[in-house]
């Protein structure tokens, strides 16, 4: 079970009092550009989560990373947030469900979801393999992402970019204080009870992963 009081001290919210769009926009956006952790677990690749509010369904989804900052409607068209424009058109992969269409700076293209409830557990699988094999984008690579109103932050191992309407901007950390204080100032992730060794640790990890990447690059 969720433990949403929980959740939600941790967005730093009230329960709302009522079910209304004001609510869940708050909600939403508290999700996406507040929360350092996620308390009721990562489930999966990809849960997606729909509401039905006045009668008509929204897309709720706060786990997209570097896409939406509100509700979107499940009907055909477009959407624009801040500086990215979605879309949303019926899937030919998934019938009688939806392909959610990413800006063109997104982190990933599309994404495709069926109409079917399902469980949490129906993921696990595919949870563990993210969080464990070496294959996973996410083994491979410390990330961070946190979406604003006006864009967005991430951070893929020493490199923090900023993406905003005028464009991006990226730089490549070489010190450690400075990524670790990127991640506090930024992303809200507070290292801060980690003792020195794990922290050189996890560093060590950053910047080999890095010079990895950077090895195989064109140039």
Known sequence: MIDVDGYLRVL?????????????????????????EDPAGVQGNHLALTVRLDGEPWLVDTGLGTAVYEPLPLRAGT????????????????????????????AFTAMDFAPDPVEPASFGAEHLRLSTSPDSPFVRVVTAQVRRADGVDVLRGRVPSRIRAGGTDERTIHAADDWFDVLTGVFGLDLGDADA???????????AAHEKWAAGQPG
């Open 79 to 106: 959407c624009v947030q801040g500086p990215f424009g979605y879309g949303m058109v019926p899937s030919s992969a998934a019938p009688g469900g939806w392909r959610f269409v990413h800006d063109p700076r997104g």
């Open 197 to 207: 060794p794990a922290r050189a640790g996890l560093w060590r990890r950053v910047r």
């Open 12 to 36: 730093g919210v009230d329960r709302p009092r009522r079910a209304d769009a004001e609510g869940l926009w708050a909600l939403h956006r508290a999700g996406v550009r507040d929360a350092p």
